[in-house]
């Protein structure tokens, strides 16, 4: 059993002149374990709250402690022993490890000596290079920016060729609507380089829309097709209204000039033959006017229906203007028809082709008068003159030819080699040339009141006057079709004038006598007789038949007046007189 220490009193003695210090437990428990215990063990938490403890053990327990801890000692100390033999593995790596800690930590503190002095060079550097590197990091910023905004930029960038698409298919509604983002985007970015470039090249591309546009007015298009193109060049915004309408004009001028040039190609092929077809003129003016018809009827139909009836209400352009602007443009395709007219007109001396056209064209005058565009006044006196000349020339030419067959015949042309033919040959026929039949007084009245559209049979008898009736009896017929009533006395006259000129070359024949310069021997007294009494039966055939039935074909058969012999000019009795005169009267 362990012999108990001695208890000392550790506190100091005191004098006589006061009370000693009593120690604390602490204290106490130092001079106890006979060496004294370090300051910092009574401040630890665990051994205050131990003295804590201790302090409220009772006294059995109290007396029981230093057995209760020397036994917990030998524990401990078993459990150390044991754990040091089974761990001692453990505790040789800790060991090394702390030694090569221990030198590893004054390798750091060694290296981080070295980077402390390397700082100052490497900011240097830094700083450098960041200098450096300052125009390569905007340019990596941008590209960065680009790749960010890369959806929004392709969305930009790809509107030009959109648009372009859109009007080369086009879809002008979508054109415009990305041209109006265009629009916008450059509003919003005025100063943007990019998009002031795209801008520009969308407006590029409605600059072709416009041109498309303008260009399907000269196009064959109908009313829908037009009046879609119109709509989209009023949402541009280019043109006024007054300026839409005269392009919309002008285009379809372009396109109707392009099909009334195509029709005058047949022209062309006739132009300065007048000797050709006078058919072909009259099959060229009906194609004309059948496409001018056309052509001008779409086109004020069309320009009324787009710009006077369904005109927007914001239009600037009064509608006197518009107006005037379908009058101007009616006003010159008119007068250039009405000019070809007078032109073409004059080579068709037909009086039936000529009334075939002026039908074909007064219908066409009707139907452009529900337009407000009646032009029928107008035709009158362009057919007038081409009847007045037809008519005037037809009866030219058949005095011609009656001259020309007694010239020809009188001066031994008609043939090489033969002499000039008698009266008896040429100007009666064979059969009757012994007594040529000559009608008495009363037959010449009876002839003369018959009708006047049906020739005197007398006149078969003699068949170069029969030609010369004939021709102008066909010149009458066709008159018949086309007859202005304007037109009696200058036709009368022309009439008149051709007879007179058919007279004075027959007076000329008989005062010449060529068959009797023919050098082949002169003629019988029998054969003389002949001749003349030939003569004299033309004479009085040509004054008292054929004198009266052609004036009178003209006057009561054609314009139904009444006539007289008294409307026989004094020209042509002059001629008679000196026919009488050259010849001499026959007696019945």
């Known amino acids: ?35 004294p215990l370090p300051q910092s063990t009574f401040t630890k938490p665990e051994f205050s709250l131990y003295l804590t403890q201790l302090t409220g053990l009772p006294l059995s ?13 030998a524990q401990l100390t078993n459990a150390i022993t044991t754990l040091c033999h089974t761990s001692y593995p453990t ?42 590197t300052r125009e390569i990091q905007k340019e990596r910023r941008k590209a960065s920016l680009v790749l960010e905004q890369h959806d929004k930029l392709y969305d930009v960038l790809s509107l030009p060729m959109l648009l372009d698409s859109c009007v080369r298919n086009h879809n002008y509604n979508e054109a415009l609507l990305l041209s109006n983002h265009a629009t916008t985007l450059a509003q919003r970015f005025p100063s943007n380089p990019l998009i ?6 969308c407006d590029a591309r409605v600059q072709a829309m416009l041109t498309q546009l303008l260009a399907m007015l000269r196009e064959q298009a109908k009313l829908p097709a037009l009046f879609r193109a119109v709509s989209f060049l009023r949402k541009m915004k280019v043109l006024d209204e007054q300026e839409l309408a005269l392009a919309f004009l002008t285009g379809r001028g372009a396109y109707l000039d392009g099909a009334l040039k195509a029709v005058d190609i047949e022209r062309q092929g006739i132009e300065g033959d007048k000797n050709k077809d006078k058919e072909v003129y009259a099959r060229f003016l009906k194609k004309y006017v059948d496409v001018w018809r056309e052509g001008m009827y779409d086109v004020v139909t069309q320009y009324t229906t787009i710009f006077l009836e369904r005109a927007p209400s914001t239009s600037g352009s009064p509608p006197a203007q518009l107006h005037m602007l379908l009058r101007m443009f009616t006003t010159q395709y008119l007068q250039a028809m009405l000019t070809l007219l007078r032109e073409t007109l004059s080579l068709i001396p037909d009086p039936s082709l000529l009334t075939s056209l002026l039908t074909q064209l007064t219908y066409c005058a009707n139907s452009f008068a529900r337009v407000g ?10 057919f007038v003159d081409a009847v007045r000349l037809g008519v005037t020339q037809e009866l030219q030419d058949a005095s011609a030819a009656w001259s020309a067959k007694i010239t020809s015949s009188s001066s031994g042309k008609e043939r090489v080699g033969t002499t000039a033919k008698r009266p008896s040959q040429l100007l009666v026929s064979a059969a009757t040339a012994p007594l040529p039949p000559v009608p008495s007084a009363s037959q010449i009245n009876a002839l003369r009141a018959g009708p006047p559209h049906v020739p005197p049979q007398i006149l078969a008898s003699y068949p170069v006057l029969a030609v010369y009736t004939n021709a102008i009896l066909s010149s009458l017929n066709s008159l018949r079709l086309l007859a202005p009533v304007e037109l009696y006395h200058d036709l009368a006259r022309a009439l008149e004038t051709s007879v007179v000129e058919s007279a004075t070359t027959l007076l000329q024949y008989a005062r010449e006598k060529p068959w009797t310069n023919s050098g082949k021997g002169s003629l019988t007294e029998m054969q003389t007789a002949e001749d003349n009494t030939v003569l004299q039966a033309v004479g009085a055939v040509f004054f008292d038949i054929f004198v009266p039935f052609v004036l009178r074909a003209l006057s009561e058969g ?26 001499g009267r026959r007696e019945d």
Do not use: C, N
């Not at 006539?563 to 007189?577: G, N, S």
């Open 373 to 382: 565009l009646d032009f029928k006044p107008l035709l009158a006196p362009i």
């Open 91 to 132: 505790f040789l790596s800790l060991h090394t490890t702390t030694s090569t800690l221990s030198s590893s930590l004054s390798s750091l503190s060694s290296s981080l000596d070295s980077l402390l002095s390397a700082l100052p060079a490497l900011e240097s550097s830094a700083r450098s290079f960041a200098q450096e």
């Open 196 to 201: 002031q470039s795209v801008k520009g090249e």
């Open 61 to 73: 327990e109290l007396e029981a402690e230093p057995t209760a801890l020397s036994s917990s000692s």
């Open 1 to 35: 059993m362990a012999s108990r220490k001695t208890y000392q009193d550790p506190r100091p003695a005191t004098d006589g002149e006061g009370e000693s210090e009593i120690p604390s437990l602490p204290q106490i428990l130092s001079a106890v374990s006979g060496h």
């Open 558 to 583: 054609v314009y139904g007046r009444s006539w007289t012999t008294d409307a026989i000019p004094q020209a042509l009795e002059d001629v008679r007189k000196s026919w009488e005169e050259v010849v």
